[in-house]
Nanobody
Framework: QVQLEESGGDSVQTGDSLKLSCLVSGVYFNFGAIAWYRQPPGKERELLEIISSSGVPVNFAAAVKGRFAISRDNPKHTVYLNMTELRPEDTGVYYC???????????????WGPGTQVTVSS
């Protein structure tokens, strides 16, 4: 059974940095792509960044390009989202997803973590 658990969310000030973690269990970690999404208050969930099974990061959201960086540690079964220069509009619940990535497209699975809250105050 696939399980994902996000952690690292916090309440911070504009310009601060945070590092989120996503621990994955129940799958052969090295074979999957993992994505970070966020859901701002009152809005739909949006795809931010993915990292392929071979460790190639791909950005899907212009708003975070150059500020957010995804990475993975295969022995630890963990994917990270390093967030810098945080802005109030980065506020939301951040989720990771286990899926697949092919021909430039990410295919989300039904496997989600419970999310971790990030709040950025001005």
């Amino acid at each position: 059974q696939v399980q994902l658990e996000e952690s690292g969310g916090d309440s911070v000030q504009t310009g601060d940095s945070l590092k989120l973690s996503c621990l994955v269990s129940g799958v052969y970690f090295n074979f999957g792509a993992i994505a970070w999404y966020r859901q701002p208050p009152g809005k739909e969930r949006e795809l931010l960044e993915i990292i392929s099974s071979s460790g190639v990061p791909v950005n899907f959201a212009a708003a975070v390009k150059g500020r957010f960086a995804i990475s993975r540690d295969n022995p630890k079964h963990t994917v990270y989202l390093n967030m810098t220069e945080l802005r109030p509009e980065d506020t939301g619940v951040y989720y990771c997803n286990w899926g697949s990535f092919t021909v430039g497209r990410y295919y989300a699975s039904d496997h989600w973590g419970p999310g971790t809250q990030v709040t950025v105050s001005s």
